[in-house]
């Protein structure tokens, strides 16, 4: 009783005396921050673009709205790859891209994003957040001072929109195909010319006839660009791609001087905008598919021989960068070693009831 009222008293008596009374902890460690976020997806394909939308969106929610967070599409800040360079020296805090954008500055840095004949989403989920991808990754990108966070997925890629049908590999001879640079580089091996083209200018070049095909991500994507329109052959699945991860991409020295709520905010912030992009791709796609093959899109699988190949030239390309990068080799190993471990298990319980279901439930 005696010290409450000794409590009372001195609060009285510091505001009669004109002190001023300290503000909640929890307010002061709650800076007032706007941050610009630089996307490498045009905002068109809005099902992969919303993911940095949608972190900006959780962010402001969670914190009342003292960290806010502007996204912008690619191009409009920063070129569509040129992200992680922007994330890197501060021209933006923080950026949405797909790691495998930056093959050309490190092969490695592709495993934060997809790589062929990887992981399917539930089993990179996996890795990332319970076998320990997370820990490797972060080694790899802190010489980029960058932070990285798992901010979405695609689900498995479709294999892309071909003017002929591919029978044999000799077919793939002479292709040139638009596709990203480490399915290229495996590509190349079998004949194949890859090309690097922007998503908006596929359309005009397959139409154009200046390349054979492409691939961009799956159907509730590809739909809105029209390819079948030109190209109708449309294969599965994307061997290149078991699912792509996209990422957030947070400069080093901003994420560090953050206080630890704020982290925690974005680490969870991340997490909820990876399964909304999941959950949109799984419930968008079919419906999509469905309209493209009404509209004349033929659907097709790569031949089992043609897989084969391309399993063998990616194996060869994987022992050529391991043997040039022990980097590489580190986070290969540590990849691959979990896919096979966790493939007998996917085969046995998901595989054998998703297989069952497809003839039970027509």
């Not at 029978?167 to 399915?183: I, S």
């Not at 495996?186 to 054979?212: C, H």
Request: with cysteine.
């Amino acid at each position: 009783m005696q010290r409450r009222s000794f409590l009372k008293k001195a609060a009285l008596g510091a505001a009669a005396g004109g002190a001023t009374l300290a503000a909640p902890v929890f307010a002061q460690e709650s800076p007032t921050l706007t941050w610009r976020l630089a996307s490498s997806f045009p905002r068109s394909a809005d099902a992969i673009y919303s993911g940095g939308e949608n972190v900006a969106k959780f962010i402001s929610e969670a914190t009342d709205g003292k960290f806010q967070i502007r996204a912008f599409p690619g191009g409009e800040i920063l070129p569509a790859l040129g992200v992680l360079d922007g994330v890197q020296n501060g021209t933006v805090e923080c950026g949405h891209t797909a790691s495998y954008y930056y093959y050309g500055k490190d092969p490695a840095l592709c495993f934060d994003g997809a790589v062929p004949f990887g992981l399917n989403t539930r089993q990179y989920n996996a890795w990332v957040r319970h076998g320990g991808g997370l820990a490797v990754l972060r080694e790899l990108f802190a010489k980029f001072n960058i932070v990285n966070f798992p901010c979405g997925y695609t689900g498995t890629q479709m294999g892309g929109w071909f003017r002929k049908e591919i029978k044999t590999v000799e077919d793939l001879k002479g292709l040139k195909f638009r596709t990203a640079a480490f399915a290229g580089a495996v590509l190349m091996k079998l004949g194949v010319v890859p090309q690097q083209i922007a998503g908006g200018d596929i359309y005009p070049s397959l139409e154009k006839g200046t390349i054979d095909a492409a691939e961009w991500i799956g159907p509730y994507d590809d739909e809105k660009l029209g390819f079948h329109r030109v190209a109708p052959f449309y294969y599965f699945p994307g061997w290149w791609e078991g699912t792509l991860q996209v990422s957030l991409y947070v400069n080093k020295d901003k994420y560090e001087a953050l206080p630890k709520h704020y982290q925690a905010v974005l680490d969870q912030a991340s997490a909820l905008a990876t399964n909304t992009m999941i959950a949109t791709y799984d419930a968008e796609n079919p419906n999509a598919l469905k309209r493209l093959i009404a509209e004349g899109a033929k659907l097709r699988a790569f031949p089992k021989p043609v897989m084969d190949a391309c399993y063998k030239a990616a194996q060869e390309t994987y022992a050529e960068l391991s043997a040039k990068d022990p980097g590489f080799k580190k986070i290969h190993d540590a990849y691959m070693g979990f896919r096979d471990h966790e493939i007998p298990w996917f085969r046995i319980a998901e595989g054998s009831f998703d297989q069952y279901m497809a003839t039970a439930a027509k």
